[in-house]
Antibody
Framework: QVQLVQSGAEVRKPGSSVKVSCKAS????????ISWVRQAPGQGLEWVGG????????NYARKFQGRVTMTTDESTTTAYMELSSLRSEDTALYYC?????????????????WGQGTTVTVSS | QSLLTQPPSASGTPGQRVTISCSGS????????VNWYQQLPGTAPKLLIY???QRPSGVPDRFSGSKSGTSASLAISGLLSEDEADYYC???????????FGTGTKVTVL
């Protein structure tokens, strides 16, 4: 049973950075495609970007390019998302999700396993 | 502003059939497969339909998906109170070179 467990809630001041972790268990982490999706309070889902550990490939949504950095640590099967220059509009619930079919993983596949979400609050 | 448009709400009585539309363009739905997610209140989204019309293990066959041209649809038949949730379509957009979600549809069971 594949599980994604995220780090706890964070509170940051405008202009600072936050780094959220997503630890995977129960599968072959190196072949995964991991996406990060956020949901502002009362709003819909928004794709932030994704990373594929095996290829070191990242793909960031244009809106976040220059402010987001996604990395992985295969030794601990953990993915990270760092968002910088935070503003109040970045206050949201951030999810990590695996993008795999039964046999393969790719940014083009559905998000079949989700983390529990990490609340990031940006407030002065 | 999302590239995938869904109706903000849909409703039905128990046992009825509800259909949710997802309208896109040639750069997203028109050239890629569509996935659907169900988000129950206070929980993480759950993959409901993948590759246009496939159900993951454990998803009841009351849920079905279809795609035609630049639009897709999710149908819920035999509506149950537990189906009350937000539903999102999603796909890859070749122009953005990124994943896009629909605007979301809130389903209410009357």
């Amino acid at each position: 049973q594949v599980q994604l467990v995220q780090s706890g809630a964070e509170v940051r001041k405008p202009g600072s950075s936050v780094k959220v972790s997503c630890k995977a268990s129960g599968g072959t982490f190196s072949i995964y495609a991991i996406s990060w999706v956020r949901q502002a309070p009362g709003q819909g889902l928004e794709w932030v970007g994704g990373i594929m550990p095996m290829f070191g490939e990242t793909n960031y949504a244009r809106k976040f390019q220059g402010r987001v950095t996604m990395t992985t640590d295969e030794s601990t099967t953990t993915a990270y998302m760092e968002l910088s220059s935070l503003r109040s509009e970045d206050t949201a619930l951030y999810y990590c999700a695996r993008m795999c079919s039964s046999t393969n993983c790719s940014f083009h596949y559905g998000m079949d396993v989700w983390g529990q979400g990490t609340t990031v609050t940006v407030s002065s | 502003q999302s590239l995938l448009t869904q109706p903000p709400s849909a409703s039905g009585t128990p046992g009825q059939r509800v259909t949710i539309s997802c309208s896109g363009s040639s750069s997203n739905i028109g050239s890629n497969t569509v996935n659907w997610y169900q988000q129950l209140p206070g929980t993480a989204p759950k993959l409901l339909i993948y590759t246009n019309n496939q159900r993951p293990s454990g998803v009841p066959d009351r849920f079905s998906g279809s795609k035609s041209g630049t639009s897709a649809s999710l149908a819920i038949s035999g509506l149950l109170s537990e189906d009350e949730a937000d539903y999102y379509c999603a796909t890859w957009d070749a122009s953005l070179n990124g994943h896009v979600f629909g605007t979301g549809t809130k389903v209410t069971v009357l």
